[in-house]
């Protein structure tokens, strides 16, 4: 099969012929039909996330129809896969309804190959029936943009008035979630991201503008998806007493250190990580009811480190999905 491979961090993906992935018990063998593109790819390719198989197939938005099963799916059937791949089912955290912090999880496309290829294998516990009505490269950005954004959303609580600061992939996905809930969304972007600015108010947002500087208005919660440290204290600032800052990246530049006074008056600071797979029933059934539209650029497989560029350049609307 046609793949593109991570030989070693901070080197450029190298289009590969690899030999075909041959499900094991309880997997499914899987025609990749799309695969988005994640800010954690970045981090992986980066080296900023340390421990990855090498080498190894990036892509953890598979979008992917059954060629074989292990009795899950009917053959034909289209499947999503997500970043959590595999977990144990006996530590403390499986046994406690967070499968999402096991502690032996499996990721896909960081400890199992992905989809940047044309063909995968997944396990069919962690594989979720995709909507019907999205189209595929449109459905792929739900897998971890949508199902993570939704996580972090929830635990932002019923905040009335939402900050989202970074707009990217997932922000344009919560910002849809949480208008058709009545929310007020405030899109916080790099300042001179007019593009961004405008692109958050077509989707809702009351305000847009630099996140750094904040809104005119206080806030109930802030979801910060921009990896960038410095905008966590900017956004404890920026939330009423009781307020929650949700950090919703898996990696984030350092935090500079801060005054007591931030926190102090029962606001939270939290991380989100992960999924679990009821998070992804329950989002991919809500998405469809909305409903959530997608925007996103789709590339050839073989341009899949123009499509990372454009993530880190800050270039993309919406997300970026491979198709191979
Ligand atoms: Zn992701
Ligand atoms: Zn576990």
Redesign the pocket.
């Known amino acids: 099969m046609r793949a593109i491979v991570l030989d070693a961090p901070r080197q450029p993906l190298r289009p590969a012929e690899l030999p075909d992935p041959v499900p094991g018990p309880g997997q499914a063998l899987l025609r990749v039909r799309a695969c ?1 593109v ?4 970045l981090h992986v390719v980066d080296g900023d996330l340390t421990e990855p198989k090498l080498p190894l197939v990036l892509g ?2 598979i979008v992917g129809e059954v060629l074989a099963s292990g009795g899950r799916f009917a053959p034909g059937a289209r499947v999503g896969v997500p ?1 959590l791949g595999w977990t144990c089912g006996e530590c403390r955290y499986c046994l406690a309804s967070q499968e999402n912090l096991c502690d032996r999880a499996r990721f896909t496309g960081y400890d199992l190959d992905g989809g940047y290829a044309e063909l995968a294998v997944a396990d069919e516990r962690y594989c979720f029936p995709v909507p019907e009505g999205y189209p595929d490269e449109q459905a792929a950005p739900l897998l ?2 949508g199902l ?1 954004g939704y996580r972090s959303l929830r635990l932002a609580g019923d905040a009335e008035r939402l900050g989202l600061y970074g707009f990217g992939a997932s922000a344009h996905i919560v910002c849809q979630v949480a208008v058709a809930r009545g929310r007020r969304v405030y899109a916080g972007t790099r300042a001179d991201d007019d593009e961004g600015q405008a692109f958050a108010q077509s989707l809702g947002a009351i305000w847009s503008g630099d996140a750094a500087a904040g809104p005119p208005d206080e806030l109930d919660a802030v979801i910060v998806f921009a990896p960038v440290g410095e905008l966590v204290p900017a956004a404890l600032r920026h939330v009423r007493k009781g307020g929650s800052v949700v950090c919703a990246g ?1 990696h984030m530049s350092d935090i500079p250190s801060f005054p007591y006074e931030l926190l102090w008056g029962e606001r939270v600071l939290r991380s989100v990580a992960n999924l679990t797979r009821a998070d992804g029933e329950e989002f991919l059934a809500l998405a469809p009811t909305i409903p959530v539209r997608t925007e996103v650029e789709t590339f050839p497989l073989e341009e899949a480190n123009e499509a990372l560029d454009r993530l880190r350049r800050g270039t993309l609307r919406g997300a970026a999905v491979l198709v191979p």
């Open positions: 988005g994640c800010r954690t790819d953890h938005q970043w971890c943009a993570i898996i």
